[in-house]
């Protein structure tokens, strides 16, 4: 891996984000540029350096790919917008079902998300606006992670060796890339940006699909979205670097109403860590969990068994998937 990494210590957010804007509006020149965002912290602060270097030039889009959590499309449409910056919303949830129809295996599932992301749906919108770059949040932990084995990120391209331009159509840019995650905050911190939004909990870029232990179908993104909102509401106060729900995939023997119910299994995992390049499970009260238990059995529809992640990282990850 040959891209060298900017530590915290040596960040100027100021001057990188001088540094970022030149080159972008160096590369793109008088052409126009498409921007994924999806309203991580990541895609987030791409857009408004993006945004910066090229106003006007600048094509955002948010794909709706079915795997988000509750109500994020609107919420961060209508973010960008009161920061003023454009973002066309655009429904593709049927392309990336239909992807993922069949599929368990999590590298499977990542390929299907990858395919249906860069070649179909972004594909269609370069070839449409005529953009000849697509410009992503990638950083540099993604890399890690992807070039050592141990997780293949779904944004992950050119590292891999994969020739954007002759697969895809366009050039992508990743100007986050040389940072890790602390670091990306300070910078969207000095792009003015909302604290909300620069220091929201990281989020997967299969979204819900990474919380799903076996098929992603639309019943059971659904199901694990529910129990999504009952963690972010339990722990949104807390410190911790990032929480979630993850459905797992076998059926799990319950009693409800004095009656045997073969229901489903939620697991909740809540981390500390720095970089995300280590973590430990988060010491919650156990209040917390009994309430966080209590709610998803009674709100998630078919929840009979709901578990606390103890393991770190290593030997576990973040994600399960």
């Known amino acids: 891996m040959t891209i060298r990494e900017i530590l915290l210590d040596d960040l100027n957010p100021q001057a990188f984000i001088d540094d970022q804007c030149r080159r972008i509006a160096d ?139 002759a697969a895809f159509g366009y050039q992508v840019i990743e100007p986050l890339i040389q940072l890790r995650k602390t670091g ?19 989020f997967p870029g299969p979204a819900l699909a990474a919380r799903v232990i076996g098929e992603a179908t639309p019943e059971r993104i659904a199901l694990v979205r529910k129990a999504t909102v009952v963690v972010e509401e339990a722990l949104a106060g807390s410190a911790a670097f990032q929480y979630m729900a993850i459905l797992h995939a076998d059926r799990v023997t319950g009693v409800r109403d004095g009656k045997r119910e073969y229901g489903f299994q939620i697991e909740i995992r809540c981390w500390d860590s720095q970089d995300a390049v280590t973590a430990s499970p988060t010491r919650l009260d156990f209040a917390v969990l009994r309430k966080m238990a209590d709610r998803m059995t009674s709100e998630v529809p078919g929840v009979v068994s709901v578990t606390y992640n103890l393991a770190t990282k290593p030997p576990s990850t973040i994600e399960a998937v």
Do not use: C
């Open 184 to 202: 990306v905050r300070m910078v969207g911190k000095a792009l003015g940006m909302p604290e909300q939004m620069y220091h929201r909990p990281p």
């Open 27 to 165: 590369q793109v020149g008088t052409s126009r540029a498409v921007n994924a965002l999806s309203g991580g912290v990541d895609s987030s602060v791409t857009t408004m350096l993006a945004h910066r270097a090229l106003g006007a030039r600048l094509l955002t889009y948010f794909i709706d790919n079915g795997l988000m959590r509750q109500g994020e499309p609107q919420a961060v449409v209508a973010a960008m917008k009161r920061l003023g910056v454009p973002v066309e919303l655009v429904d593709a949830r049927r392309e990336f079902f239909a992807a993922l129809q069949g599929k368990t295996d999590p590298e499977d599932k990542r390929q299907a998300i990858t395919d249906t992301f860069y070649r179909t749906v972004f594909g269609r919108l370069v070839r449409e606006s005529g953009a000849p770059f697509l410009l992503q949040g990638t950083i540099y932990t993604d890399v890690e992670e992807t070039v050592a084995g141990i997780k293949r990120q779904h944004n992950i391209l050119a590292q891999l060796g994969i020739d954007t331009q």
